[in-house]
């Protein structure tokens, strides 16, 4: 898998160990049933998702096998398993997002409130490095995410479209630039005290140890993650009135036809007023902003 990133690979890599190889690795490629398989799929105690995830990783190892001419059809194709959701994603209000926000102190604040108006996905928000905050033109740019500590570049075009950058969350930025330990170009923006900045903070430690504690103080039952900020911040667009193009846009989702792209790159200050929408949700000084910054240096 030389095409596919670290992370993946290892995804990959315990999909096969742990489902594949003990159900089918005994099994010659001829021995392979469509229904076969599309029964076994429903036996696993998996998501959706991850039965779908399943399925196309077999289908894969098939289409290999008939690149290299080791067996003629793939019978996976056929195999039917929807990726469908079994539930919907948490979503928080703008309530709730202050509640947050007044639990938080230092980079925790900082990276929740940039999350939150800004929709990034986790992988993009540890990537950010001050250089690619552009405070003159009013944007963030992206070119890599991180996961798991491995940089890679961004997957599609449409996730490396400028973010913009509204005063209040350039201010907040500002803030904190001035009062972190690492603020020269180069370094992370969220930078890893314990890795002497040369690593970003690692997400699962941030959100287990300080987020979803400070959303059991703030009396949020939900169960909260990352990317609840990014379905957060698409949902409160779409409510305050922004267009399905100007969501989308911010979102960065790459399944846009050609229409829609050149259309969408024509609507820059309509994503500026739908982001500013956001903003002024939530209050950008937070009561123990600078104190905390402070300490958590």
Request: with cysteine; charged share 20%; aromatic share 8%.
């Amino acid at each position: 898998m030389p095409n596919k990133t670290p992370y993946t690979q290892e995804v990959y890599e315990g999909y096969i160990s742990r489902w594949i190889t003990p159900k089918w690795g005994s099994y010659s490629l001829s021995d392979v049933r469509t229904i076969a398989v599309e029964s076994w799929l429903g036996t696993l105690k998996l998501s959706n998702g991850s039965c779908a995830k399943v399925r196309n990783i077999l289908s894969a190892i098939f289409a290999h096998a008939m690149r290299w001419e080791f067996f003629d059809r793939n019978p996976i194709t056929l195999v039917r398993q929807s990726a469908k959701r079994q539930r919907t994603p948490e979503v928080l209000t703008a309530d709730e997002l202050n509640a947050l926000l007044g639990q938080l102190g230092g980079v925790y604040w900082v990276m929740v409130y940039v999350a939150a108006t800004t929709g990034l996905r986790v992988s993009e928000l540890l990537a950010l490095r001050w250089q690619d905050c552009d405070f003159e033109a009013g944007e963030i740019r992206l070119s890599r995410g991180i996961v798991r500590q491995n940089v890679g570049e961004m997957k599609t075009e449409a996730s490396r479209k400028p973010v913009p950058m509204e005063a209040a969350l350039a201010d907040v930025l500002t803030n904190w630039r001035g009062q972190c330990a690492y603020n020269q170009r180069e370094d992370y923006i969220f930078a890893s005290m314990e890795m002497d900045g040369k690593q970003p903070l690692w997400p699962t430690s941030a959100m287990e140890k300080h987020i979803r504690p400070a959303a059991l103080r703030a009396k949020i039952t939900k169960r909260i993650g990352w990317h609840t900020l990014r379905h957060t911040f698409g949902t409160l667009l779409k409510a305050n009135g922004a267009d399905v193009a100007t969501v989308q846009a911010l979102m960065r989702h790459a399944n846009a036809s050609v229409t829609m792209d050149t259309y969408v790159q024509a609507v820059t200050p309509a994503k500026r007023e739908a982001q500013r929408s956001i903003v002024g949700l939530l209050d950008p000084n937070g009561p123990t902003l600078l104190k905390s910054i402070t300490a958590s240096c």
